[in-house]
């Protein structure tokens, strides 16, 4: 069993920064795949960014590539995901999963999910 917890969300203006981290805990925790997902409001869960379980491979949403940065520290079992020009529409709460996500962007591939953590980006 992995579990997980988000941290470094909150309310930040257009164009401003943000660092989400995600714990992991659990003996397994670094051979597992990462992901970032997001959810706002009325919407349904959207994929943001994942990486495999050496860090050596990356995934992006269109959407956020370019400015979002996923990386992970497997010494620690932590992942981060730096997020930079942020914009009113990256709104939501975001949720650290890990898995053996065969297909990065499959919200299915992942066994383990954290809370979440709102971010709110004002205009």
């Known amino acids: 069993q992995v579990r997980l917890v988000e941290s470094g969300g909150g309310l930040v203006q257009a164009g401003g920064s943000l660092r989400l981290s995600c714990a992991a805990s659990?003996?397994?925790?670094?051979?597992?795949?990462m992901g970032w997902f997001r959810q706002a409001p009325g919407k349904e869960r959207e994929f943001v960014a994942a990486i495999s379980w050496s860090g050596g491979s990356t995934y992006y949403a269109d959407s956020v590539k370019g400015r979002f940065t996923i990386s992970r520290d497997n010494a620690k079992n932590m992942v981060s995901l730096q997020m930079n020009s942020l914009k009113p529409e990256d709104t939501a709460v975001y949720h650290c999963?890990?898995?053996?996500?065969?297909?990065?962007?499959?919200?299915?591939?992942?066994?383990?999910w954290g809370q979440g953590t709102q971010v709110t980006v004002s205009s």
């Open positions: 999963a890990g898995g053996v996500a065969v297909v990065p962007s499959n919200p299915l591939a992942y066994d383990f």
């Open positions: 659990g003996r397994t925790a670094s051979s597992y795949a």
